[in-house]
């Protein structure tokens, strides 16, 4: 059996992907940065950077299959150009080792926010959506790296494309900007909170819907893995109900959360340190990100379970390891 290659396994995404490949009995090949450790997986891992090309020919050579996972998933970067480099010059890195290997399939993991959303509604992989839809570099960056995805698959190249929602669960080791509402929360550090929503997913499930769109997915398609559209209230108050510990019941204006990510992503220009209020992520959370997975259902049989469950899944993980 051909390996298979899993960028970012090291990660939250990537990490869930590459666990359920080897329950399922494949031989995963992990690419990791050599400052990064892959945590309790039987994996081969092999070093290499998105940025660079030698290093991701090396890694693709022999693979059958590659699911290309890793991100540069910030909100904020002293450098916007490092989100460029790795989103889209990575991918571009990816598909074209993959195009030279002549792997069976590349599934590339985008994101919900390359989804366009019509106000008040739910988006779906036909809303009519542009780069200047994008808010922030990460994703611009994702978008444009969607895009170099299509143009190899209209060049045949087998690409399917995935666009998870918001992820929740266990292992979220960095934490990625969804994980970190939950952590905050547990650490009493969300005194409140805006108008917003989100779709909400089990991050085991999107690795689920993965192994889906590699299995039975069309070329050149893309796939929404989402679970359940929540407010931001409502969220909360599961994590409340999960956690024993009260939900914020201050609800921010926008206008006020907006001043905030202007005086804290000014101020992270000054210090270099990431701000506590983004201003990208103010930006977006302006509109609710409610979306429909039926797509994904319908021809890919994909059937997330409750958002529910990854949320206590995320809090019982932070707390066992020492987060809060």
């Not at 992820?167 to 970190?180: C, E, L, S, W």
Request: proline share 6%; glycine share 10%; aromatic share 6%.
């Amino acid at each position: 059996m051909k390996p298979t290659l899993v960028t970012g396994a090291s990660g939250f995404l990537g990490w869930h992907v590459a666990r359920l490949l080897v329950e399922r009995g494949h031989r995963v090949r992990a690419l990791v940065r050599p400052s990064s450790k892959i945590r309790e997986l039987d994996a081969e891992p092999v070093a290499g950077d998105l940025r660079d090309p030698a290093s991701i020919e090396r890694a693709v050579a022999g693979c059958g299959l590659v699911f290309h996972v890793a991100a540069d998933y910030r909100l904020w970067a002293a450098d916007e150009r490092e989100l460029y480099r790795s989103n889209v010059d990575g991918t571009r890195n990816v598909l074209q080792a993959a195009r030279h290997a002549g792997v069976d399939r590349v599934v590339y993991t985008s994101t919900v926010g390359c989804i366009g959303v019509p106000q008040g509604g739910e988006g779906n992989e036909d809303c009519p959506v542009s780069l200047d839809d994008m808010k922030g570099a990460y994703k611009r960056s994702k978008f444009l790296a969607e895009r170099a995805a299509l143009e190899s698959a209209a060049s045949g190249l087998p690409v399917i494309i995935v666009n998870p929602t918001a992820p929740v669960g266990d292992h979220d080791i960095k934490p990625t900007p969804t994980g970190r509402i939950v952590l905050d929360f547990l650490k009493g550090d969300m005194p409140a909170f805006i108008d917003t929503g989100l779709n909400v997913v089990d991050a085991r499930d999107v690795a689920v819907g993965q192994l889906l769109a590699c299995e039975r997915g069309r070329t050149g398609e893309r796939y929404i893995l989402g679970s359940e559209n929540l407010t931001l209230a409502q969220i909360l108050g599961v994590l409340a109900a999960i956690s024993g510990r009260p939900a914020p019941t201050v609800q921010l204006p926008y206008a006020v959360a907006y001043a905030a990510g202007m005086v804290t992503t000014a101020w992270a220009r000054v210090t270099g340190k990431p701000p506590r209020a983004p201003l990208d992520a103010v930006r977006m959370a302006r509109k609710k990100m409610f979306v429909s997975h039926a797509k994904a259902a319908r021809e890919l049989g994909f059937a997330p379970g409750p958002a529910e469950g990854a949320l206590r899944r995320a809090v019982e993980w932070f707390r066992a390891n020492g987060y809060c």
